[in-house]
Nanobody, 123 residues
Framework: VQLQASGGGLVQAGGSLRLSCAAS????????MGWFRQAPGKKREFVVV???????IYADSVKGRFTISRDNGKNTVYLRMNSLKPEDTGVYYC??????????????????WGQGTQVTVSS
């Protein structure tokens, strides 16, 4: 099972990026999929999770700016990031797990992880 993240880059504040996470090795349509990020010198933090039926939870810091979507036919999840801020800078990791609680419950961690893609927002 592999998750391959892509789409990161350097963008000015106020700009947009779209991250992609392609899954292989199994079908993830019934899985919760989402994103975490880690800024330099900081702990990894939850960004968003989406699970079956279209339910989604966003971190407060990205609500209204980031949008997650998924194409189950392509086994791919996307993260559209608008109105980017310098504090959005970090390595973004996609993740997947049968249980969406692993994204948001303290002490739980999703089972599958991508390799990370760097997002840098300049001021």
């Amino acid at each position: 099972v592999q998750l391959q993240a892509s789409g990161g880059g350097l963008v000015q504040a106020g700009g947009s990026l779209r991250l992609s996470c392609a899954a292989s090795g199994r079908t993830f349509s019934s899985y919760a999929m989402g994103w975490f990020r880690q800024a330099p010198g900081k702990k990894r933090e939850f960004v968003v999770v989406n699970w079956s039926g279209g339910s989604t939870i966003y971190a407060d810091s990205v609500k209204g700016r980031f949008t997650i979507s998924r194409d189950n036919g392509k086994n791919t999840v996307y993260l559209r990031m608008n109105s980017l801020k310098p504090e959005d800078t970090g390595v973004y990791y996609c993740a997947a797990d049968p249980e969406r609680t692993t994204f948001t419950y303290v002490g739980q961690v999703p089972r599958y992880w991508g390799q990370g893609t760097q997002v840098t927002v300049s001021s």
